[in-house]
């Protein structure tokens, strides 16, 4: 089976899964410069859709990525795209925010609390993107905490 050229894009989070170290670092980095940099991206009607979007279009290309790469393959780094971006909805414009989201959201998709690494471990495409979304939401309920928390103590 062939990747054709946007699959490899979309689905290597913008080329960084071809990054020989730390590919999920780098496409969780492309996320978030991407939500930084492109004016009205952080708008909820905006961001929610595309999330959507791409969990649909990552269970697909992640599929594919599997046959041709094996089980979960750092190529394949949509996912933590889609994590990170679960990562900031509804967050203050705040870059110490942001950098804060990143950290926190790379420390639960690597160290992978309960019941993210059952969720890795479904088939194809779905096992790819599933503990990512449910790894984005956990990082997304920690972030507003923490800022409900620095708010009302």
Do not use: Q
């Not at 929610?48 to 791409?54: E, G, K, N, V």
């Amino acid at each position: 089976m062939k990747i054709n050229f946007i699959d490899k894009f979309l689905g290597s989070g913008f080329f960084t899964g071809y990054i020989p170290f730390a590919s999920g670092t780098f496409g969780s980095l492309a996320a978030l410069i991407i939500y930084i940099a492109i004016p009205g991206f952080d708008n909820a009607y905006i961001i929610i859709p595309l999330i959507f979007l791409s969990i649909i279009y990552g269970i697909y290309v992640g599929s594919k990525f599997e046959k041709v790469y094996g089980k979960d393959p750092a190529e394949c780094t949509i996912d933590e795209v889609i994590g990170m971006w679960i990562s900031l909805i509804f967050l203050p414009k705040s870059f110490a925010i942001y950098v804060t989201a990143f950290f926190i959201w790379r420390i639960i998709d690597i160290i992978k609390i309960f019941p993210i690494r059952k969720l890795e471990k479904l088939d194809g495409g779905l096992g790819i993107v599933a503990d990512d979304v449910l790894g984005g939401i956990y990082s997304l309920i920690i972030i507003h905490l923490i800022l409900y928390l620095i708010k009302n103590l």
